[in-house]
């Protein structure tokens, strides 16, 4: 290696991560603009395995994460910076470095104040790794997740792991998504709260944060629980409201959450984000009666679908492409992926919409292609389509 500024960076970046002050690492710009790989984001890990560097290598429509040792994962950095990527930003706890390369050979390197107040996430057993802990958070406690000393109830481990999970992921998403400080968020569907409780804590307490909050729901007994817990908890930007997805007044949403929301409730919520111009959409939709009862394919797929079983995982497979497909049509670049492994639940799809352009007219391409998939599986209408008033072929 002959340039003396990425020997440098590679140097700071081993520091921080022996003085465990290492925040996240990016790699962007492509050399090569054919690829498929858009960008790697770095983190610290504490694994069964010890505490390690955890690369997202993200795709058009996938993330891949990989966790390597310290050593292996410098040489990835190296190696990447030499054949992949011009640029290198290094966020840590005392500093940012940006590393940035020309085509002509030469670099730069500048480093400048901490942009981050996150805490570093970079702890060295398991216990601290999680997001959110079960240890000090009363909103735990008043949720029945977590005893009176802080551990996790018996019962309650899958509804706790899946509180870590999905905070991690949404957490990733709003780092992404660049959102406005103060920026708004609805949890449409909040049921008892639990992700919403968790999402408030970790934006505003971890990520320094100032949203707005708003749980959404249709049953008042669980609406005026969660406020209780909420004020006791002293959120005072968490609320919930208790009303339908379709009709509660909210004059902004930047970040639009429906986990879970039942059948085409997920297609209320993703119409609300798109109407309203959210920058972030997720849904983990549940149930696809809507589209199951439709299906009737005249063509081969007809023997996909005459088995009970089949039928149901195709109606879901067809149920969220179609939903990803509108999102990208109206402007959001989509992915769709497991959030968590299906032994703890089998509600476990996200699909994760971040808007790219505000002023792109609606991209007919991408609704040709919701036709030719109810074509082919003989569906009369998507819901989604119907709130959207896409004409139907
Ligand atoms: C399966 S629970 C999920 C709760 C929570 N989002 C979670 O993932 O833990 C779905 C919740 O959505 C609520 N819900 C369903 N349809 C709704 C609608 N149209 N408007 C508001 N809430 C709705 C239900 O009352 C229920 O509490």
Redesign the pocket.
């Known amino acids: 290696m002959n340039d003396p500024n990425l020997q440098r960076l590679l140097l700071i970046i081993e520091e921080s991560l022996s003085n465990t002050d290492f925040i996240k690492l990016t790699l962007s710009s492509k050399k090569d603009t054919s690829g498929e790989l858009k960008n790697i984001y770095a983190k610290v890990v504490s694994v069964k395995a010890g505490t390690l560097l955890s690369f997202v290598f993200r795709y058009p429509a996938k993330d891949i994460t990989r966790n390597y040792n310290f050593e292996e994962g410098l040489a990835l950095v190296k190696k990447s910076l030499e054949e992949d990527f011009y640029q290198a930003i290094l966020l840590t706890a005392n500093k940012d470095v940006h590393f940035m390369q020309f085509p002509n050979g030469k670099s730069t390197i500048k480093q400048q104040e901490a942009s981050q107040q996150m805490k570093p996430v970079f702890l060295h057993d398991k216990q601290k790794s999680l997001f959110i802990s079960p240890e000090n958070n009363l909103y735990l406690q008043l949720l029945g997740v977590t005893t009176l000393d802080g551990k996790v109830k018996k019962g309650m481990e899958d509804k706790f792991r899946q509180i870590n999970k999905y905070v991690e992921v949404v957490s990733h998403v709003v780092e992404q998504a660049n959102m406005n400080a103060g920026f708004s968020v609805a ?6 709260g ?2 919403t409780f968790a999402l408030y804590d970790y934006l505003t307490n971890r990520m320094s944060l100032t949203p707005e909050v708003v749980g ?4 008042p007994n ?1 609406v005026a629980q969660c406020n209780v817990i909420s004020k006791k908890s002293g959120f005072e930007k968490l609320k919930f409201i208790q ?4 009709k509660t007044v909210l004059p902004e949403i930047d970040l639009l959450i429906a ?4 059948d085409t ?1 997920t297609d ?1 919520a993703i119409f609300r984000g798109i109407s309203q111009k959210a920058r972030v959409i997720i849904t ?1 939709p ?1 149930c696809h009666k809507q589209i199951r009862k439709q299906m009737n394919p005249d063509n081969a797929l007809a023997e996909i679908t005459k088995y009970g079983i089949l039928e149901e995982r195709q109606a879901e497979m067809l149920t969220d492409a179609i939903r990803a497909l509108i999102m990208e049509a109206y402007g959001y670049s989509t992915k769709v992926f497991e959030f968590i492994s299906t032994e703890h639940t089998p509600k476990n799809v996200l699909i994760v919409g971040i808007k790219k352009n505000e002023k792109e007219p609606v991209n007919q391409d991408k609704l040709d292609k919701v036709q030719a998939l109810k074509k082919l599986f003989g569906i009369e209408y998507h819901f989604l389509e119907k709130l959207l008033e896409i004409p139907s072929l």
């Open positions: 949890d449409m569907g909040s049921g008892k639990y992700l959404v729901e249709l049953r669980l009303g339908s997805i379709e986990l879970h929301a039942c409730a209320e983990a549940c």
